[in-house]
């Protein structure tokens, strides 16, 4: 799985209408924040709804390689004993983040400000991605780090052993290099402050605040301060993590392109640093309903209920790229069935992602019969009546591109395979068995 396994080679049909209530797994970024924070915390603390897909499996054992005492009591329901704010241990063997770079990214930080050390590894996707845009910030609370040339993967850390509290205005909108300077600031005396230009998805805010820590947002002209007092005695918390906009995006997608379909998908996290993709899917003429909004253990969720719809292409509002960003690789593939053409601005960042996701939703787009242009940081997709699919497209250990060509394929004339589908496992381990009882005609290629 993930790279370290053998590729699952899968492949969609032409299916017909979706119906039904399809239940999408937990949050994957508040899932790991739990582990973490609860690691860092003092006492207990009992998260239910956990996404138990690698990625967050992984954190889970991270934490137990630095002591905390991480169960699973049963489908999502997890505790974890911390060990309290600069409590870490050294763990004895490599880390290995798997595909995550959320993950490796979020326990740097974590990590960086104790004075011990340990080296980090992933899979053949992580390793290529770029590491300097978090040493680079945790060097100046007194962390080194040593790792490939380009700061890539494997990677020793040294925690500072005297940390000193830093003042970061992140160069990138990155919520995870944003995440793990807070995550250092933890166990630095004094205040550490982040300043995000783009408002970046805040859990890490919402739940440090949630777990007893003091923090404070404030927006001035150069955007958004997050003001962070180190030190404080972070207490194990209830955290009822709600399902995850970034998952429910694809049996959304997948409704509005195959006809006649009409689906519910409950309790979906509405926090407005995640919600773009509903917004731009309202823009180009989807029948999407947010029902029954609620707050859910700190967070808003609604129902979503999304019936067919005929879509026109837009221009997607380049400041809505951060709300978002894991949502370009399946809107790229809806754009594809839509009237007139999608233009998607302001998403370099896609290029670093699990994959370069601008190439390879270009390419297979591309494979499947379907016209793009892409620049360094935007996409181009031509929309047609009719997909002609009949390609096998290549996933790049990319979960997002394996899921986008598997929901395209329901609605494009001939069907359209994905080389290796086993990635989808990091973030949406029941996609195949969630997508099968809606009607979606997705089957590993052997069957
Ligand atoms: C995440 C932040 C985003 C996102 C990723 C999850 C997080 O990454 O793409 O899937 O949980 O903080 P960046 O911080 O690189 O934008």
Redesign the pocket.
Known sequence: MSGHGTALPMIAHRSGPLRGVAEVPGD??IS?RALILGALSVGETRITGLLEGQDVLDTARAMRAFGAEVTQHGPGAWSVHGVGVGGFAEPETVIDCGNS??GVRLIMGAMATTDIAATFTGDASLNKRPMGRVTEPLALFGAQAFGRRGGRLPLTLIGAAQPLPVRYALPV?????K?AVLLAGLNAPGQTVVIEQEP??D?TERMLRGFGAEVAVEQIAEGRVITLTGQPELRGQDVAVPRDP?SAAFPVCAALMVQDSDILVPGVSQNPTRNGIFLTLQDMGADLVMENPRDEGGEPVADLRVRFSALKGIEVPPERAASM??EYPVLAALAATADGKTVMRGIK?LRV?ESDRIDAMARGLESCGVRVEETEDSLTVHGMAEVPGGATVASRLDHRIAMSFLCLGLASRNPIRVDDGSPIATSFPVFEALMGGLGAQIARAGD
């Open positions: 994957k970024s790991h770079g959320t909108p990155s919520a995870q290099v995440s970046t998805r859990h970034s960003i894991d960042e992602k």
